[in-house]
């Protein structure tokens, strides 16, 4: 009887002892050719976690980029105009448009819980102030260049943009790039640098659209809420400023004599403007911070277009030498993001 158990105890340690000896030979055998399936599945498993939509976020950033290079060529309609007092009225025909929006999708009692928070929180009312004067700033100096000799200093911070939020990508919030989305970056640097050596512009309006989008970016992700509401709060904040400009700039006299400009063109540029900003806004919160910041690159290529068919602009071979360069970029990363819309189905 005793031998037996011993036989029985021997039997199943020599089970077990085999047993492990067969997972250890496993893992020597399938450990390395598993590996690059875990290097494959761990983005899709890191997107899954943090809750993007690449399809979603990638169709609202280029639609956001198109309706902003029209924009561009919208602002003519606007004579006599200035680009103080278009900053003025997009904000003043913006604000109703994004309420509306708010309305429609069923957002208000998130917007009351905003406004509850910023009461409660003085970090959250603190933040909003900043990301609405951050906000405010791109929006004036967009409209204000193009009237000023300007527009090629904020072209490039437009170049510049994507490299700095694919940077803060990787060393702020820590994403992985991938080797497609390192050859989109080193291409588009290519072309920026030779706009920086053909031209030598570096001035504060470049460094205004390069780094004053980003911080925005950073700080919206921190507030924690729906970004179309703090889309809307950040418009009502810009409100008070936009009426006094109003009034004080003299435009009311001019609209007077313009009934098409106050009553068509100028609501028509705060729907444009809504739907535009608050698509844009949306694709950042959708997508990892790397592959908005490559998608960022759409945006300058449209505006090309639009300034060669619509404004007549000439396009020569200085320019080329910049703009092939981000244009190979644009199509590695249609390439990269039409990858993640498959992995994503």
Known sequence: MRSRRRFRRLESYSIANSNDNAITRVREIYAPRLAPLLRFLIPIARIAMNQYEPGRGIALSVGASALFALMSAYTLLLAPLDGLDIFAWRVIWTAPGALALLVLRKRAPQLRVLFARMLSEPRTALALVASAALLGSQLWVFLWAPLHGRMLEVSLGYFLLPLIMVLVGRFYYHERLEPL????????????????????????PTLLVAFGYPPYFVLRRKIHADSLVIFAVEMLLLVPVAAIEVR?????????????????LLPGLG????VALASYLKASR???????????????????????TLLGEHLGMRQLATYVPIWIAVALTAVHSARLVRLGR
């Open 181 to 204: 989305q390192w050859l989109a970056v080193a291409c588009a640097a290519v072309g920026v640098a030779h706009e920086l050596w053909a031209t030598h512009a570096f001035s504060w």
């Open 286 to 308: 959708l997508l990892p911070m790397a592959l908005f910041g490559i998608l960022g690159y759409v945006e300058p290529v449209l505006l090309v277009i639009v300034s060669v």
């Open 271 to 274: 729907v444009l403007s809504t």
């Open 248 to 264: 004080a700039g003299g435009s009311l006299a001019l609209l007077d004599a313009h009934r098409l400009l106050a009553f068509v």
